[in-house]
Structures are given as C-alpha cells and as structure tokens.
T-cell receptor, first 113, second 116 residues
Framework: AQSVTQLDSQVPVFEEAPVELRCNYS??????LFWYVQYPNQGLQLLLK??????LVKGINGFEAEFNKSQTSFHLRKPSVHISDTAEYFC???????????FGTGTSLTVIP | NAGVMQNPRHLVRRRGQEARLRCSPM?????VYWYRQLPEEGLKFMVY????????ESGMPKERFSAEFPKEGPSILRIQQVVRGDSAAYFC??????????????FGSGTRLTVV
C-alpha cells in the first residue's frame, strides 16, 4: 500500500522569497507522483507529475519538483512566490498500474506581502 | 471541450435526508472516480466505476453510501439518511481508460455538502 506524508501543514513565506513544500511517500512498488493545488472553494488543479524519465519535473506557474527515489521524496519548489500562490497544496501518489490516488493531508501556503 | 462537470456545486441537506451528487466525465472518458475531502484533510478515494460496473468500492462506507454510472447519463453518488459527519467536499475525476488511470485523471470542481 502507498502513503504520503506532507511534513508541514502550514508554510508562511514572504512575497518573492523561495519556497519548498516537502513530501515523502512510502510504497513497495514503483509509483507515479503528483502535486495538486487547490484554491479556496475550488477543485484540484494539476501542478506537475512524475511518471518516469527525468527526476526534475517542471510544472505550471513556475513550480518544479524533484523525485528522489533513495529518500522517497518529491519536494515542490518555487524560486520566487507571488501573492496568487496562496493556496492549499496536495502531494499524491499512485502505483503505476493503479487507478486511485493516496493524498497527503495538504500544506497551506500563505504568501505574505 | 468541457471538463468534468459536477453538480450541484453546493448542497444543503437536513439530517436524515438523501443527497444525490452528479458527475459527468470529460468527453471520451469512460472511467469515473469519487473522492471525499473532509475538513482539514486530504482527499480519500471512495469508488471507481466504469459504465454500468463498479470496479473498486474499497473506500466506500459500508452503509448509506452507493454509487452508479449508468449506460446513459452522469455518475451518481447517493448518500441516504445523511448525518453531520457526511459534511464534506465530494470530488469526481475521470480518465479515458483503465490503463492510463491516474496519469490522465481530470478532477471536477466538487460538490460541497453541508448537513444541518
């Protein structure tokens, strides 16, 4: 079975500062990894995903994430955040043949002007 | 090219009433998944359906909850005799095939159920 741990429930950061949102997973099989963003009262929007290939994945809105198999991590980064990045961020894992996600509990990113 | 459509966006029910949540998958998608997001939590898988078949309902509560995806029309998540603990956001996702699965998921905007 898969599981996901998002180590920080809340991350405040000043505008234009860099940010890293941490995600660790556990799985006995190869996995797909995802980051989703959820704005207040909205659905989930896919930021980026790792299926195979290069371990550095670039997504929308300037976000990127690096898959580290030895550390079972998939941390999300952005070099300079904007006010509009304030949202809830979810890390998710699924196995390569599965049809369901296992989500972390989310990290609330607040960008301070 | 409409995405995954869920309705209603907001639903208020009194305790003991029934709630029906609808999900129309993306055009060309024949696989539907339902997830529940309780307050302050991540999404949790409930059920996976194809047309006229339930493939995996391992995440469904044993009582009061049911789901269907008929040959014609949207998928329906039905909650009978709602209780306050059912208050949550319910999200639907679709994918084109079983093989693509989560790699090609598209989520809807959700239905926010409030039980009063």
């Amino acid at each position: 079975a898969q599981s996901v741990t998002q180590l920080d429930s809340q991350v405040p950061v000043f505008e234009e500062a860099p940010v890293e949102l941490r995600c660790n997973y556990s799985s006995s099989v190869s996995v797909y990894l995802f980051w989703y963003v959820q704005y207040p009262n909205q659905g989930l929007q896919l930021l980026l995903k790792y299926l195979s290939g290069s371990t550095l994945v670039k997504g929308i809105n300037g976000f990127e994430a690096e898959f580290n198999k030895s550390q079972t991590s998939f941390h999300l980064r952005k070099p300079s955040v904007h006010i509009s990045d304030t949202a809830e961020y979810f890390c998710a894992v699924s196995d390569g043949t599965g049809n369901q996600f296992y989500f972390g509990t989310g990290t609330s990113l607040t960008v301070i002007p | 090219n409409a995405g995954v459509m869920q309705n209603p966006r907001h639903l208020v029910r009194r305790r003991g009433q029934e709630a029906r949540l609808r999900c129309s998958p993306m055009k060309g998608h024949s696989h539907v998944y339902w997830y529940r997001q309780l307050p302050e939590e991540g999404l949790k898988f409930m059920v996976y359906l194809q047309k006229e078949n339930i493939i995996d309902e391992s995440g469904m509560p044993k009582e009061r909850f049911s789901a269907e995806f008929p040959k014609e029309g949207p998928s329906i998540l039905r909650i009978q005799q709602v209780v306050r603990g059912d208050s949550a956001a319910y999200f639907c996702a679709s994918s084109p095939t079983q093989q693509t699965g989560t790699a090609r998921y598209t989520f809807g905007s959700g239905t926010r159920l409030t039980v009063v």
